[in-house]
């Protein structure tokens, strides 16, 4: 027994959501549908974006780039999702599982460090609005955004690497909808500990570090906005933010009740709940905070649609 167990991976078994497999039809159609919402959102924004002058500012450069992480991460994981759904279970490969990490890591801390660079944006906007656009101008948009994504590669590599360095054993069954870092460490058959605590060295500084850093940009902004005298004036300076405070208090609270809350006693189902929290339903909801409360992006909006009326009208 001992022997067998020890048998390289070269494949695993995803097994989806067992306990809802009567459900299946209905899981396939929600989760379709809320895929098919998130690329409409992510791709209105980026189209907005890029083909309006006055959404040409950084602030709505780095929601673009925001967009992007939101489709990479959305897409690796849903459609698969998807088809582990209807056939109430698949195989996938050692090499695919392990593509299918990297790309959902990188996406997810790109977006911790593009969140980071937002808040760095609101910070300035609010704080030394005189100054803004000395400093902020294209070229540290440019640098920053490049930094966000090289950064999080980076870090996903190295992790990537240690994960391929190790002997994965059998059994190959990981219950859950996708390879997610957690269930390739238990089936790690080489000295998890050197993994794991590689793993909470890399991790804990590229969630925890970016969550702090926001922390703080807002406690200056909040306390630049109460020295405002007027309400005018206080309405004006957190409408600036608020898009983005409501970003962040959705993506990290997900992403610390998944991977840096206490795990021991949460059931599977649980655990899965709260990973379709944050790979379905906030890459969902970050285009419907912004569109909903962004004047500047609902103005584009509206004035895009009056343009396509007009043309089909004439």
């Given at each position: 027994?001992?022997?067998?167990?020890?048998?390289?991976?070269?494949?695993?078994?995803?097994?989806?959501?067992p306990?809802?497999n009567?459900?299946?039809?209905?899981?396939?159609?929600?989760?379709?549908?809320?895929?098919?919402?998130?690329?409409?959102?992510?791709f209105?924004?980026?189209?907005?974006?890029?083909?309006?002058?006055p959404?040409?500012?950084?602030?709505?450069?780095?929601?673009?780039?925001?967009?992007?992480?939101?489709?990479?991460?959305?897409?690796?994981?849903?459609?698969?999702?998807?088809?582990?759904?209807?056939?109430e279970?698949?195989?996938?490969?050692?090499?695919?599982?392990?593509?299918?990490?990297?790309l959902?890591?990188?996406?997810?801390?790109?977006e911790?460090?593009?969140?980071?660079?937002?808040?760095y944006?609101?910070?300035?906007?609010i704080?030394?609005?005189?100054?803004?656009?000395?400093?902020?101008?294209?070229?540290?948009?440019?640098?920053?955004?490049?930094?966000?994504?090289?950064?999080?590669?980076?870090?996903?590599?190295?992790?990537?690497?240690?994960?391929?360095?190790?002997?994965?054993?059998?059994?190959?069954?990981?219950?859950?909808?996708?390879?997610?870092?957690?269930?390739?460490?238990?089936?790690?058959?080489?000295?998890?500990?050197?993994?794991?605590l590689?793993?909470?060295?890399?991790?804990?500084?590229?969630?925890?570090f970016?969550?702090?850093?926001?922390?703080?940009?807002?406690?200056c902004?909040?306390?630049?906005?109460?020295?405002i005298?007027?309400?005018?004036?206080?309405?004006?300076?957190?409408?600036?933010?608020?898009?983005?405070?409501?970003?962040?208090?959705t993506?990290?609270?997900?992403?610390?009740?998944?991977?840096?809350?206490?795990?021991?006693?949460?059931?599977?189902?649980?655990?899965?709940?709260t990973t379709?929290?944050?790979?379905?339903?906030?890459?969902?909801?970050?285009?419907i905070?912004?569109?909903?409360?962004?004047?500047?992006?609902?103005?584009?909006?509206?004035?895009?649609?009056?343009?396509?009326?007009?043309?089909?009208?004439?």
């Amino acid at each position: 027994m001992l022997r067998e167990n020890q048998t390289k991976v070269t494949e695993f078994v995803l097994l989806g959501f067992p306990a809802f497999n009567n459900f299946k039809s209905l899981l396939f159609f929600i989760f379709l549908l809320f895929y098919i919402f998130t690329l409409a959102g992510n791709f209105l924004i980026i189209a907005l974006v890029s083909t309006n002058h006055p959404l040409r500012t950084p602030m709505y450069f780095f929601l673009s780039h925001l967009s992007l992480s939101d489709i990479l991460l959305t897409t690796d994981i849903v459609p698969n999702m998807l088809y582990v759904i209807m056939a109430e279970g698949a195989i996938i490969s050692l090499v695919g599982c392990i593509a299918q990490y990297f790309l959902f890591a990188v996406s997810a801390s790109a977006e911790c460090f593009l969140l980071t660079v937002m808040s760095y944006d609101r910070y300035l906007a609010i704080c030394n609005s005189l100054r803004y656009s000395a400093i902020m101008d294209f070229q540290l948009c440019y640098h920053m955004v490049f930094w966000s994504w090289f950064l999080g590669f980076m870090a996903t590599l190295s992790m990537v690497i240690l994960i391929c360095s190790f002997r994965l054993c059998n059994p190959n069954i990981i219950d859950h909808f996708f390879c997610d870092i957690t269930p390739l460490l238990e089936h790690c058959c080489s000295d998890r500990l050197i993994v794991e605590l590689v793993f909470f060295i890399i991790t804990i500084p590229l969630t925890m570090f970016p969550f702090v850093f926001i922390i703080v940009t807002y406690f200056c902004i909040f306390l630049s906005i109460f020295r405002i005298s007027s309400t005018t004036g206080k309405k004006k300076a957190f409408s600036i933010c608020s898009s983005h405070l409501a970003v962040v208090c959705t993506y990290y609270g997900t992403l610390i009740a998944l991977y840096v809350a206490p795990s021991k006693g949460q059931s599977l189902n649980v655990k899965k709940i709260t990973t379709i929290l944050y790979t379905v339903i906030t890459p969902l909801l970050n285009p419907i905070i912004y569109t909903l409360r962004n004047k500047e992006i609902r103005a584009a909006l509206w004035k895009c649609i009056s343009i396509r009326l007009q043309t089909y009208f004439e």
